[in-house]
C-alpha cells in the first residue's frame, strides 16, 4: 500500500505510512515522546507506560511505541492528563529502583518536576548483586524490567532463551530457570542483554570493579578464582565496612 | 557509573565477521565494548569474544619489551623457552640489529630458498603487505604464507579454478533473503557467532528453510528443515549425490547452463555413478534426504551455500568445494541478492591477509608470481631491478616446516601466527622447529611457537594501531588505535619498516623499495596503485563505512555481491568429479574417527583466548563422544581418556553427547596442554596443499586423573 495516513500530533499535520507506530510519525515532525523501555531495535510491547498519549475519542491514555497511527486521528502529547501520567511512572519508579547510573530517566524526572520522595512507604527493591562469572553481573537493585534484555536473548537477537521473568508481582524480577547460575543456563555470554539494558543494571565485570575502586592493576592482577567467586565476597564486604 | 574518557570506533579482532565495536575507554582502560544498533554488519549484535575478549591486551603475561634468548639456540638442539629467566630484555636497538644481523648472514650464505615467513590473518593489512613486501623485495623469497593455507585454501583453489575468484560471492546478511540456503562444514553458532544470528532470523522470521550437511548435531540443526548426518571426509559423495538427483530430475536450471557455464557434459557424465543408492553406501545418509535436499535446493528461488573448514580441511577439499560449486552452476543460484558461494573465513583478516599478497604463488592481488608481467609491474612498484624478483612459486605453510634442514629452509620469522598450535601432526612441526637455524617472533605472548624463538619483538595489540581489516564479506574496515601502544610494545607496520631499513642497508641495495611511511594509509595507497581491486579503497572513504572490494576507483561505491553478469574467467567451469577415501581411514587399531574444530569462547591457537577471562568458561578442551561408543570404553561424562593416533597422544576429559555420531569424535584445537593437532594428519590435498585435520584415526582408552594436564573440575556450563 503506498497510500499515506493522514493525522495531527499537537496540532501539526503529518502524513505516515500505514502500520506506523504514533511514536515514529510524532518524530517525524519533531515532537520527542519520552521512552524508557522502547528500544528501535527491539520489539515494542508497551511496558513502561512513559510515552503514553491522549489520543481524542480513546477512553484510556495510548502508549505511543505501539499505538498505530490512523487516518484523521488526533494525538496530543503534552496534556495535564499525559503529564501527570508520566511523573507519576517516574515518581514510581525512583522511589522502588536505584536509578543513579539511568542518566536518561533522570533527564526525565527533572523534565516532568518528578517528586522523588512522593512515596516514602514504597519499598526498596534491594536485591543483592548477582556476580556468578568473570563476564558481567546482574545488580537488579537497578532494573526497570524494561524486558529489553529478555528479548534480545530471546527472538530479537540471539535466540538463547537463557532468562526470564520470574516470580511475580513485587516480587518480578529478571532471572534464570531454577535460578541457576548463568554459565549453567543457555547463555552464550554475548551480552546483548548489556548492550539494551537503560539503567546500567547489566554491567561488564571488568567496568564494576573499576567502579568499586579497584585499578586497573589490580583488575588484571585477579586470579581466576578471585574473579569468578572471591571478588564477590571482598567486595560485599567492602561495601559493608564502608555501612559500619 | 563509569564515564568514559573517549569511546572509539574500529573493527572486532576475532573472527571473520568484521563486527563494529565501540571501546569505552577510561585512563586507557578499556571497560566496556558497545555495537552501534545501526552498524551495517552486525547491527549492534556482539559475541562473546567482541563483548568481552579484548582484556588480553592488559593480560599481565603480555610482552611488552623486546628479548633475545639468554643461551644460543643450534639447530637440532632448539627448545622452547616459556620462562622469562631464559631470556634477556634488551633495547629496540639491540632487538633489530640482532634480528638483522641473523637474518642477512643466513641469506647471504644460503640465499633466497632459505628465507620464509609466516605472515598473520590477525595483523592489518597494511602490516601483511608491508611483510611480504618486506621478503620478496631484500630476500627475493617467495616463501611468504599464512594460516589461510590451513583453512580455506582448497575453498580458494577451487573456485579459482572454476570461476576465477576466491572470495564471498555475497554479503552474509544477505541470507535474510534466501528462500533456502545450505549449511556444510561449518558450526557457524560457535566460529561465525553473528551470521548464525542472520540466519537463524532468515529461518525464523523470513521463512528461510535450511539444510545442515554435516556430521556433528551442531546447533544449526535445530533451525534446519533437513539435516544431513554425513561421515566425516565424504562430502564429494553427498554433494555431488544431489547433482545426480537435479540432473536426473531435470531440476536444472538450463538458461544458466547454456548461457553462463561450459563443460556441462563432461561433468554431467562423471555425475551418473553418484546415485543417491551409492551415496548413502559411502557417507552414511538416509538417500531420502539426499533426493529432499536436491529438490529442495534445485527448486528455491534464490539459494545460497554457506560453508568453512569442514568442506576444505580434506585431502579432497578442493573436490569438496568443487562439488558445492557444480551444485550452484548447475541451479543458476549464484550472481544475485540471497544466493552464491560463500566461503566463510575464520579469521577477522584473513581475507585481508590473501588480497595483500600473504601468499607463496601470488603477489598482492592474486598475481601469479610466475608471471612475468605481473613480476615486472612489482619490480616497477618497489623500485626493483628488473628480474630482481623471484619468479619462482614459494612454498606454503606446511612445505616451509617440511623443507627445514640443511639446504633448506634455515630462517623463519613469524608474525603473530601459532604454528606449534594450528599445524596438522605437531610431533612432526616440533621437530622442524628444533632445526631452524633462526626463528623470529613477533607477537604478543610467549606460546608454543614464540618460546621457540630466538628474538621476540613485541608488538601492539589491535587497539594499539592503525590500519584496516578485510572481512570474509570482503568488506575494507578501519582498525583504529585506541590506547597508547602497552610498555614498549611497537605496531607491526613500524617494526616492519624499521627491520626492512636496516636489512636494506646491510645488503647494500642500490634503490630502496621505500619503507618511509607516516602512516598506513598510504601503505594501503602503495598497494592500490597496483591491486585494482583495492584501487578505490582509501581511508577518506571508509571512516564510516567499510567499502567491499572490488572498489575499482575513486568513485566505485563497492561491490555487495559479484557475478551477476558475468565470472572473472568469463564462463563458470563445471569439474567432473572422482571420490577418494581419506587418507587415514579407521581400521581395528585405530577404530574411531576423529575431526576438530572450534568452541565459541576460544579461537584458533588460542594464544588470545587462552589469556582471555573468557577462559574461565571454557578452560580446557573436551571431547565429544556418542554415549555408544562411551558406553563400549567405560567412559562416563567428565571421565579422563587417553586419545592416540599414529602420530601422537593427548589426555583430556570426554563429554558424552549424541551430538556426535557413533564412531566419530570431535576435539576442539585451542588448548595447548592437550592439542587436538598432535593428532591430526598432516597428509596434504594435492592441489591446495591444505592438510586433512578433519579425519584421522584414533584410538580413544580410559585414563587416570591425574594424567590430566589440569586436574581440577571446571564449572559445568548449560550450554556444553
Known amino acids: 500500500m503506498t497510500d499515506k495516513i493522514t493525522l495531527t500530533i499537537d496540532e501539526q499535520t503529518v502524513a505516515v505510512a500505514p502500520g506506523t507506530t504514533i511514536l515514529k510519525a510524532a518524530g517525524q515532525i519533531g515532537i520527542e515522546i519520552p521512552t524508557i523501555c522502547f528500544h528501535d531495535y527491539c520489539t515494542s510491547y508497551g511496558v513502561c507506560r512513559i510515552c503514553v498519549v491522549e489520543v481524542e475519542g480513546s477512553r484510556t491514555l495510548v502508549p505511543a511505541c505501539i499505538g498505530k497511527a490512523s487516518e484523521g486521528m488526533k494525538v496530543h502529547t503534552r496534556t495535564k492528563r499525559v503529564e501527570t501520567s508520566r511523573r507519576t511512572i517516574l515518581e514510581m519508579l525512583a522511589s522502588s529502583v536505584d536509578l543513579s547510573e539511568a542518566p536518561g530517566i533522570q533527564e526525565y524526572m527533572t523534565d516532568y518536576q518528578a517528586n522523588t520522595q512522593r512515596f516514602p512507604e514504597a519499598r526498596e527493591r534491594k536485591p543483592s548483586v548477582l556476580d556468578d562469572n568473570s563476564l558481567f553481573i546482574r545488580d537488579y537493585a537497578k532494573c526497570i524490567l524494561c524486558w529489553r534484555c529478555v528479548q534480545v536473548c530471546a527472538d530479537d537477537a540471539q535466540y538463547a532463551y537463557a532468562i526470564n521473568f520470574s516470580k511475580r508481582g513485587y516480587e518480578t524480577q529478571i532471572g534464570t530457570f531454577f535460578e541457576k547460575s548463568l554459565p549453567a543456563t543457555t547463555c552464550v555470554f554475548c551480552g546483548q542483554c548489556i548492550g539494551v539494558c537503560p539503567t546500567n543494571a547489566l554491567k561488564p565485570k571488568r567496568e564494576y570493579l573499576l567502579q568499586n575502586g579497584l585499578s586497573e592493576d589490580e583488575i588484571m592482577k585477579l586470579t581466576r578464582s578471585q574473579r569468578k567467586r572471591r571478588t564477590r565476597r571482598q567486595i560485599s564486604s567492602a561495601e559493608q565496612s564502608e555501612e559500619e | ?720
Not at chain 2, 610482552?63 to 631464559?86: N, V, Y
Not at chain 2, 541470507?175 to 549449511?183: L, R, Y
Not at chain 2, 599478497?357 to 619490480?379: F, R, T
Not at chain 2, 599414529?646 to 553427547?657: D, F, Q, S
Request: with cysteine; hydrophobic share 40%; net charge negative.
Open chain 2, 1 to 720: 557509573m563509569t564515564q568514559s574518557d573517549r569511546i572509539v570506533s574500529t573493527t572486532c579482532p576475532f573472527c571473520g565477521v568484521g563486527c563494529n565495536l565501540e571501546l569505552h575507554i577510561k585512563e586507557d582502560f578499556i571497560y566496556r565494548v558497545t555495537s552501534p544498533f545501526d552498524g551495517v554488519v552486525n547491527q549492534g549484535n556482539l559475541c562473546i569474544k567482541g563483548r568481552f575478549g579484548y582484556d588480553f591486551v592488559y593480560n599481565k603475561r603480555r610482552i611488552t619489551t623486546p628479548m633475545i634468548r639468554k643461551t644460543r639456540q643450534q639447530p637440532g638442539e632448539r627448545t622452547q623457552a616459556f620462562d622469562l629467566s631464559e631470556w634477556q630484555p634488551v633495547s629496540w636497538e639491540e632487538a633489530m640489529e640482532y634480528t638483522v644481523d641473523r637474518l642477512v648472514e643466513i641469506y647471504q650464505r644460503d640465499g633466497s630458498h632459505a628465507m620464509a615467513v609466516y605472515c598473520c590473518a590477525k595483523a592489518t593489512n597494511e602490516d601483511n603487505y608491508l611483510l611480504q613486501k618486506l621478503f620478496r623485495s631484500e630476500f627475493r623469497s617467495n616463501n611468504i604464507d599464512h594460516c589461510a593455507r590451513l583453512c580455506h585454501a582448497a575453498s580458494v583453489v577451487a573456485l579459482q579454478m572454476a570461476i576465477g575468484s576466491s572470495a564471498m560471492s555475497n554479503t552474509a546478511s544477505e541470507v535474510v533473503d534466501s528462500d533456502v540456503f545450505i549449511v556444510t562444514g561449518s558450526n557457524t553458532t560457535e566460529s561465525h557467532p553473528i551470521i548464525s544470528l542472520q540466519m537463524k532470523a532468515a529461518i525464523k522470521k523470513h521463512g528461510a528453510k535450511l539444510i545442515v550437511i554435516d556430521p556433528r548435531r551442531i546447533e544449526m540443526v535445530d533451525y534446519a528443515a533437513l539435516w544431513l548426518p554425513e561421515k566425516p571426509g565424504t562430502d564429494v559423495v553427498v554433494y555431488s549425490a544431489m547433482a545426480h538427483v537435479i540432473l536426473k530430475e531435470k531440476l536444472y536450471n538450463q538458461k544458466f547452463i547454456d548461457e553462463r557455464t561450459e563443460n556441462f557434459e563432461e561433468f554431467a557424465k562423471s555425475m551418473e555413478k553418484f546415485t543417491p543408492e551409492y551415496a548413502e553406501s559411502i557417507s552414511g545418509v538416509d538417500r531420502n534426504l539426499i533426493v529432499q535436499a536436491a529438490r529442495m535446493y534445485a527448486t528455491a528461488k534464490t539459494a545460497a551455500i554457506y560453508w568453512a573448514l569442514g568442506v576444505s580441511e580434506h585431502i579432497n577439499g578442493t573436490a569438496n568445494a568443487l562439488s558445492l560449486i557444480n551444485l550452484t552452476l548447475l541451479t543458476g543460484h549464484i550472481g544475485r541478492r540471497g544466493t552464491g558461494l560463500n566461503p566463510l573465513r575464520g579469521q577477522n583478516n584473513v581475507q585481508g591477509a590473501s588480497d595483500c599478497g600473504a601468499m607463496p604463488w601470488h603477489y598482492p592481488g592474486y598475481m601469479s608470481v610466475a608471471d612475468e608481467e605481473n613480476a615486472q609491474k612489482w619490480e616497477q612498484a618497489w623500485n626493483i631491478e628488473p628480474g630482481g624478483l623471484s619468479r619462482q612459486l614459494g612454498l606454503s605453510t606446511t612445505e616451509i616446516l617440511g623443507a627445514v634442514g640443511p639446504g633448506g629452509v634455515r630462517a623463519l620469522y613469524i608474525m603473530g601466527e601459532n604454528p606449534m598450535m594450528s599445524e596438522p601432526n605437531l610431533n612432526h612441526a616440533r621437530q622442524k622447529m628444533e632445526q631452524l637455524e633462526f626463528i623470529a617472533a613477533q607477537d604478543l605472548f610467549i606460546n608454543e611457537s614464540t618460546s621457540f624463538a630466538d628474538v621476540f619483538l613485541p608488538a601492539t595489540s589491535w587497539a594499539e594501531k592503525e590500519g584496516t581489516f578485510t572481512n570474509t564479506d570482503r568488506r575494507v574496515q578501519r582498525v583504529r588505535q585506541a590506547i597508547p601502544p602497552v610498555g614498549q610494545a611497537r605496531a607491526d607496520w613500524q617494526i616492519i619498516c624499521d627491520l626492512a631499513k636496516r636489512i636494506e642497508k646491510r645488503l647494500g641495495r642500490p634503490n630502496s623499495a621505500f619503507w618511509d611511511y607516516k602512516h598506513p594509509s598510504e601503505i594501503l595507497e602503495e598497494m592500490g596503485s597496483v591491486v585494482k581491486d583495492y584501487a578505490g579503497v582509501k581511508y577518506n572513504r571508509i571512516e564510516e563505512v567499510g567499502l567491499q572490494t572490488p572498489v575499482w576507483d575513486d568513485q566505485h561505491p563497492g561491490t555487495p555481491f559479484l557475478f551477476s553478469e558475468s565470472f572473472p574467467h568469463g564462463l563458470g567451469k563445471f569439474h567432473p568429479l572422482t571420490y577418494h577415501l581419506s587418507a587415514e581411514m579407521p581400521d581395528a587399531e585405530y577404530p574411531l574417527i576423529l575431526t576438530t574444530g572450534r568452541v565459541l569462547e576460544h579461537w584458533h591457537g588460542g594464544t588470545l583466548t587462552r589469556n582471555s577471562w573468557m577462559d574461565d568458561l571454557y578452560p580446557e578442551a573436551l571431547m565429544e563422544i556418542n554415549p555408544v561408543d562411551a558406553a563400549s570404553l567405560g567412559l562416563n561424562d567428565r571421565d579422563p581418556a587417553r586419545v592416540s593416533s599414529r602420530r601422537g597422544t593427548i589426555v583430556l576429559r570426554v563429554h558424552v553427547t549424541p551430538k556426535v555420531n557413533p564412531g566419530v569424535v570431535f576435539i576442539p584445537f585451542f588448548y595447548g596442554p592437550a592439542a587436538a593437532n598432535l593428532l591430526t594428519n598432516d597428509a596434504l590435498d594435492p592441489q591446495a596443499k591444505i592438510p586433512e585435520y578433519k579425519v584421522s584415526a584414533v584410538r580413544v582408552t580410559p585414563a587416570r586423573y591425574e594424567e590430566l594436564p589440569q586436574p581440577e573440575v571446571a564449572q559445568r556450563r548449560g550450554r556444553y
